[in-house]
């Protein structure tokens, strides 16, 4: 819960149950035409995630146990070429940049799959093969597009242009190359201190734009008889939207 629902003392109405998200009726207090309005509504996904309680060991997920669900597969792709992308979507203060970006202690989706790509990386690497990767983040705030990364720290919106070969792409936004895990860190930091945050009635610093960092992993394979080499590009989009709530909420 957020900490506005925790100082409204509301009850949780979620619960999971393996695969299953289980919503319990606020009021049962319904009249017979309605009974059926009183019935739990169960639904069914890929991957549940329940969060509510640390304590409980047997049923809380960790940032742990979302990156082994989702992340793992996610990076296994990048290194075969595929392109790929996660996006959190939901309303103000559900946790959206909690669960891509985390915590010091407790990191998100995003600082994982940047740790176990250069982690890879380096085991793979050798005289057949290398990895380059190259990282740019930008944001989306009132139909802009802002680079956050932008060495010369100017707010001017970029255009979402059309290649004919490789698709939509935004024009002058920076791509960095990075060599290290460190250099990933530091430069999210830099730019989330860029992000367009505000204060609302349901968070007190809510992410109020779309956030876009994307990972470019370069794979060479080097022929050393033939001096031939070829090369294979994979791409991670990892995306926290903002919040998705009722603009009377907020």
Not at 84 to 106: E, L, N, R, V
Not at 162 to 169: A, D, L, N, T
Not at 214 to 242: C, F, N, P, R, W
């Amino acid at each position: 819960m957020n900490r506005r629902e925790l100082d409204l003392h509301t009850k949780c109405v979620v619960d999971v149950d393996a695969n299953k998200v289980i919503l319990h009726p606020v009021n049962t207090n319904l009249s017979k035409g309605d009974a059926s309005r009183s019935q739990p509504k169960v639904f069914a996904y890929d991957h549940c995630f329940w969060s509510m309680d640390e304590s409980v060991k047997e049923k809380y997920a960790g940032q742990d146990v979302v990156f082994k669900c989702l992340g793992e597969n996610i990076l296994q792709n990048a290194f075969e070429g595929y392109n790929a992308c996660i996006f959190a979507y939901g309303q103000t203060g559900s946790g959206k940049s909690y669960s891509m970006m985390g915590t010091a202690d407790q990191p998100g989706l995003i600082p994982r799959l940047c740790s176990g790509l250069f982690e890879r990386a380096q085991k793979e690497e050798n005289e057949e093969q290398s990895f380059k990767v190259e990282v740019s983040y930008m944001e989306i705030y009132n139909e802009k597009v802002r680079d956050l990364l932008d060495p010369k720290g100017s707010r001017q919106s970029l255009k979402v242009r059309e290649h004919s070969v490789y698709g939509p792409y935004v024009d002058g936004l920076s791509k960095l190359a990075v060599a290290s895990y460190k250099d990933i860190e530091s430069l999210m930091s830099e730019g989330n201190k860029s992000r367009t945050v505000a204060a609302t009635n349901m968070n007190e610093e809510s992410s109020r734009s779309h956030a876009v960092f994307k990972i470019i992993l370069t794979h060479t394979l080097y022929d050393v008889q033939s001096g031939t080499s070829g090369e294979k590009v994979g791409k991670l989009s990892l995306v926290d939207l903002a919040g998705s709530e009722r603009a009377t909420k907020t």
